[in-house]
């Protein structure tokens, strides 16, 4: 499964295509880097863990509505969150559904760095540092990115595996799911239409 591949066909099936993005992204000898310029919510925050090197605005802001929305956690966040950031701190981000700021996802090590919206644009700031890893001996950082991953690399392999069966076949299409989702939409009409009189 290629990532930028323009020529597939536009279609996502939630079970094995997430299964199988996670592996990708888990196994990926290049350096992977996140730009995170806002809000980021569900697979947008539990898939940081996966990536080398995370940058985000300082006014972003990360939540996680997993549990909201009749779902479970993904992206392997079962075991990255866990390990990055302690058993509590990883139960309000998933369980509590708790947003947690710029400042503090820095400091539960979700976030490489804060980078300012000052003079420069914030993705040129990330292209610069992507551009100057991209200046270091090629052979060299897959070594070193394979000996910094090789040992939770089975642990995140492992969690995918279980977070993507318990999704597909007991989480997606549940009962809980299917009520969530409804809410969430009735939620959103409310909100439209309260606009909407204003």
Same mark, same amino acid.
């Given at each position: 499964?290629?990532l930028?591949?323009?020529?597939?066909?536009? &279609?996502?099936?939630?079970g094995?295509d997430?299964?199988?993005?996670? $592996?990708?992204l888990i &196994?990926?000898? $290049? *350096?992977? *880097?996140a730009?995170?310029?806002?809000p980021?919510?569900?697979?947008?925050?539990?898939s940081?863990?996966l990536?080398?090197?995370?940058?985000?605005?300082?006014?972003a802001?990360f939540f %996680?509505?997993?549990?909201?929305?009749?779902?479970? %956690?993904?992206?392997? &966040?079962?075991?990255?969150?866990t390990? =990055?950031? +302690?058993?509590?701190?990883?139960?309000?981000l998933?369980? #509590? +559904?708790?947003?947690?700021?710029?400042?503090? #996802?820095? !400091?539960?090590?979700?976030v %490489?760095?804060? =980078?300012?919206n000052?003079? !420069?644009?914030?993705?040129?700031?990330?292209v610069?540092?992507?551009?100057?890893?991209?200046?270091?001996?090629?052979?060299?950082?897959?070594?070193? $990115?394979?000996?910094?991953?090789?040992?939770? =690399?089975?642990?995140?392999?492992? #969690?995918?595996?279980?977070?993507?069966?318990?999704i597909q076949?007991?989480?997606?299409? &549940?009962?809980?799911?299917?009520e969530? *989702?409804?809410?969430? $939409?009735?939620?959103?009409?409310?909100?439209?239409?309260?606009?909407? !009189?204003?």
């Open positions: 499964m290629e930028l591949d323009t020529q597939a066909p536009m &279609s996502f099936a939630i094995s997430f299964h199988q993005l996670n $592996k990708t &196994s990926c000898e $290049k *350096i992977l *880097i730009a995170v310029n806002g980021a919510a569900g697979y947008g925050v539990s940081l863990a990536f080398d090197l995370v940058y985000c605005v300082p006014d802001y %996680t509505p997993f549990v909201k929305w009749g779902m479970a %956690t993904e992206g392997a &966040s079962s075991f990255s969150f390990r =990055l950031m +302690g058993h509590q701190k990883a139960a309000a998933c369980l #509590a +559904g708790d947003s947690i700021t710029a400042e503090e #996802a820095e !400091k539960l090590n979700l %490489t760095k804060i =980078l300012p000052g003079d !420069k644009d914030f993705l040129s700031n990330v610069e540092i992507a551009r100057r890893i991209s200046q270091s001996p090629p052979g060299a950082l897959r070594t070193t $990115k394979m000996l910094m991953k090789q040992p939770v =690399l089975q642990d995140l392999l492992d #969690a995918n595996d279980r977070e993507c069966a318990i076949k007991e989480r997606f299409g &549940s009962e809980e799911f299917v969530a *989702i409804k809410q969430f $939409k009735l939620e959103r009409e409310q909100k439209r239409q309260s606009r909407v !009189k204003l």
